[in-house]
């Protein structure tokens, strides 16, 4: 199976909810450059990690695909693909989800989830996620998620 994952999450607090700072975070990037030879890597993700605390500065990482919440089969010559999420896993609550996408050879997806945390006492702020998963089926090119995916689904909720 040729698939390549690229998992992008930005965090940010309250600070960053508003003004030039939620600018700044409402302009980063979902789709990076994938690094040397992880295109098509079976067991290895492309992480990008972007916080306010950094002024939301890009942090490349690997990981093992068995660690990222996407669940990938292969049936009938397409990948299914379906990210998870915890419903105890931060806000928005999801009841109704759309349904997996399924990627012809050649294709990719941008799917996207938001959450919002507290601490279990309320006395730290809250915060929040934007997690990005871009994930081709196929060969592809280090470039692959600058451009213009087959599929955009875009799941995020309201977290005040």
């Avoid at 390549?4 to 939620?22: F, L, M, Y």
């Avoid at 079976?42 to 990222?68: A, L, S």
């Avoid at 799917?111 to 997690?131: E, I, K, T």
Wanted: aromatic fraction near 12%; hydrophobic fraction near 35%.
């Amino acid at each position: 199976m040729e698939v390549t994952v690229q998992w992008v999450r930005t965090s940010w607090t309250k600070r960053s909810r508003g003004g030039e700072a939620a600018a700044r975070r409402n302009a980063v990037p979902v789709g990076f450059p994938l690094p040397d030879g992880l295109a098509q890597s079976v067991h290895t993700v492309h992480t990008v990690r972007m916080h306010e605390k950094d002024d939301f500065t890009p942090y490349d990482g690997r990981t093992e695909r068995k660690q990222v919440a996407v669940r990938l089969r292969e049936t009938e010559g397409r990948l299914r693909v379906f990210p998870c999420v915890d419903p105890l896993f931060g806000l928005p609550p999801r009841q109704r989800r759309p349904p997996a996408v399924r990627l012809a050879p050649g294709q990719w997806v941008r799917w996207q989830l938001n959450y919002r945390f507290s601490s279990a006492a309320g006395v730290r702020d809250w915060s929040y996620w934007l997690d990005t998963f871009n994930i081709a089926y196929g060969p592809v090119t280090a470039e692959v998620f600058l451009g213009t995916p087959a599929f955009h689904v875009d799941e995020q909720g309201p977290v005040r």
